[in-house]
């Protein structure tokens, strides 16, 4: 079952994505209990389509666990992950998917297609809409002052 404590962290580093103007997600990775990498958006810092918060985070687990493959690892993410995502998460093993809020523009968990569906060898176990509101809310407020 989900733990609200690594949510919350996500919630933090979208946050810090926020301050810098970036969209704010954020995203943390545990093995058994212990955060092991996290990310949060930095593609407006890096000019760089590819630092998605999801993408960052498995990045550094995968050095700090010195393995391409994230098997017993959850991801939690504060926005439902996008096809990009979805795929880098199929390659890296991870064993269970955490969100927040769905994202009905890009969403590959359920908000637009659901690819954990489709007949891939590989299935991640899929909680989204944990911590909805609170998630939900960061991105309103994001994108309530860039207007």
Known sequence: MPEKFFME???KLARDAAAEGEV???C???RNGIIVAEGRNRREETQNALHH???LAIDNACFVLRNRRLTGCTL???LEPCPMC???IFNAGIDTVVFGAKDTNMGACGGVINIFEEAFGF???LY???????CAQVLKDFFIKLR
Request: a negative charge.
């Open 123 to 125: 299935k991640p176990k």
């Open 76 to 78: 939690y993410v504060t």
């Open 53 to 55: 918060a999801e993408i």
């Open 28 to 30: 943390v990775i545990v």
């Open 128 to 134: 989204g809409g944990f911590m909805e509101e609170e």
């Open 9 to 11: 962290r996500a919630l």
């Open 86 to 88: 979805a795929g880098a």
């Open 24 to 26: 704010p997600v954020g």
